[in-house]
DNA sequence: TTTTGAGTTGTTCGA
DNA sequence: GTCGAACAACTCAAA
């Protein structure tokens, strides 16, 4: 026997995997396909169940693909440690693959099973697959990480400007002994769980399939008109392959790729090369945070720069249950926060200002946003969305945000300048019409009788005055910008 | 070592 | 309505 054993974790696809590719080839085919079922994910705070369903859609779309040529998907449940061991002396393996993850978590984890296996004769293999530019691959001049994000952008261009991206071909497994037991796909009611949300379909096809008609798309809404598509929340102009880059069914690897090869197409100069560069910048800005999570793991619990964890926040629960809900009277923030709900999936320029809202007008601890987007999202990703939320916070790695503070009404009136996204997913307020869309409280009760609606009573009056809070949120950060100066950290 | 230029995505005020 | 300046001072990255 001369068997290894995959082990699939964020990489839930067969195309462009470079340590599955390996494994066949170190095996001559014989690998041994596994994913296991980690209770401890499974039942975290931050486990959502739209996640869970976007996995598990995933999970059999990959085991339908194996089983087409004669593997299949085995599936274990328990602490990987514990399950590879046992799995490592039933089946003989001799190796066991994977691709590296990132997370604090993920690489205490990967650590303990690479020194088990490795106790117990099993040759452990990693490889880079989730990121295109690891840590340790660019520094400064002075060998520290960036914290910075265009200098890290400079530098991670260049790295992969002298790296080839080989598409790698999905390799040609042996079929499983009948011999190996797998537990069978649990159901999500299986796991204690139901979701009302509308979830996209998981698994490589579905990711591809995504990936082409965004690069195809000859209008505003793919990637050649991504620079200003992008903005409209109401517009489906993004890629939407967040959910498919979470769990591994595209690779970054191919993402780059596509994009650079319709870069070609076009002459330098051509307004479409912007775009493609923009879009380029979403990858670079995905290892970017993850490689800042990499590097200063203590943001999963607090402010990047430390002298923000002196914020003093409101915390004002009815707010919060508001700001969740969709029902602070602001349109473009609801409209955002009930797509959130609908979709397990909400627009960026939208995560923004709902972010923005929620710390800089509610005075919310960022860590209760981040933890709810975690929870709601079909592409909850600790790495990008502390970063993003962070960001938002004005805690994070962006070096003069503190006087960035959104305002609910001009952000509407800028990227949804009709309402078309506000009365999609806010449909009290279908009616209203577009003088009015981003301020329905500033109708006259004769206006709001025409549109069918009466603010509040059918839509909410804004539950705090944004110019008022506004002021509120630069006094409070910098009254922890002076406390921080005068403990002289 | 010291210095210099610059920092994803904004808002408001006053001319 | 449009436009430019102001909005703190700081830290990072590189010369």
């Known amino acids: 026997m001369h068997t290894v054993i995959h082990w699939f974790r964020r990489d839930l696809r067969l195309r462009d995997n470079p340590a599955l590719a390996a494994a066949a080839s170190a095996s001559d085919g014989h690998v041994l396909p596994l994913f296991i079922l980690d209770d401890a994910i499974l039942s975290a705070p931050d486990t959502g169940s739209a996640r869970v369903a976007f996995l598990l859609d995933s999970l059999r779309a990959l085991d339908a693909t194996l089983r087409a040529q004669g593997s299949r998907l085995i599936i274990r449940r328990g602490e990987p440690r514990a399950v590879l061991l046992t799995f490592a002396k039933q089946s003989g393996a001799y190796g066991l693959y994977f691709n590296r993850d990132y997370t604090p978590l993920a690489r205490a984890r990967d650590t303990a099973v690479e020194q088990a296996l490795a106790e117990h004769g099993v040759a452990v293999h990693t490889f880079k697959e989730a990121m295109l530019v690891e840590p340790g691959e660019v520094a ?58 509308e979830i996209l379909p998981g698994g490589e096809a579905a990711g591809q399939t995504r990936l082409d008609a965004f690069i195809q798309r000859h209008n505003e809404l793919g990637l050649r008109g991504y620079k200003a598509g992008r903005e409209q929340p109401a517009l489906n102009a993004t890629s939407r392959l967040s959910a498919y880059l979470r769990f591994g069914c595209i690779a970054p690897a191919a ?191 004769a206006e709001q009788r025409r549109a069918n609606v009466q603010i509040g009573r059918d839509y909410p009056a804004p539950i705090v005055a944004h110019a008022v809070q506004r002021e509120r949120a630069l006094t409070l950060y910098r009254q922890a910008r002076a406390d921080d100066t005068q403990s002289g950290v």
């Open 140 to 197: 400064t001049k002075a060998g520290t990480p960036y914290t910075v994000y265009t200098p890290y952008r400079r530098q991670w261009a260049m790295q992969l400007a002298h790296t080839a991206l080989p598409a790698i071909p999905a390799p040609r497994l042996q079929p499983v002994p009948q011999a190996i037991e797998s537990v069978p796909l649990p159901s999500l009611a299986e796991l204690h769980r139901t979701t009302d949300q």
């Open 255 to 445: 993402c780059l790729r596509a994009a650079q090869q319709l870069s070609t197409q076009f002459e330098p100069g051509h307004p479409a090369q912007q775009s493609i560069e923009t879009w380029i910048g979403e990858l670079a800005w995905r290892d970017f945070y993850y490689q800042i999570l990499a590097y200063f793991p203590y943001v999963l619990d607090g402010a990047f720069k430390h002298q923000y964890d002196a914020l003093e926040w409101d915390n004002n629960e009815q707010h919060f249950a508001a700001w969740c809900a969709g029902r602070t009277g602001y349109p473009i923030v609801d409209a955002a926060m009930r797509q959130l709900a609908r979709e397990a999936w909400m627009h960026n320029r939208a995560r923004m200002i709902v972010a923005s809202f929620l710390t800089k007008d509610l005075l919310i601890d960022w860590r209760r946003g981040e933890r709810y987007f975690m929870r709601m999202l079909i592409d909850g990703d600790h790495a990008a969305n502390n970063g993003g939320w962070q960001w938002a916070a004005g805690t994070g790695t962006d070096a003069q945000p503190y006087f960035r503070i959104f305002n609910p009404v001009s952000q509407g009136q800028k990227f949804d300048p009709q309402g078309a996204y506000v009365r999609r997913y806010v449909p009290e307020l279908a009616q209203v019409p577009e003088r009015y869309i981003h301020t329905p409280w500033e109708m006259p009760p």
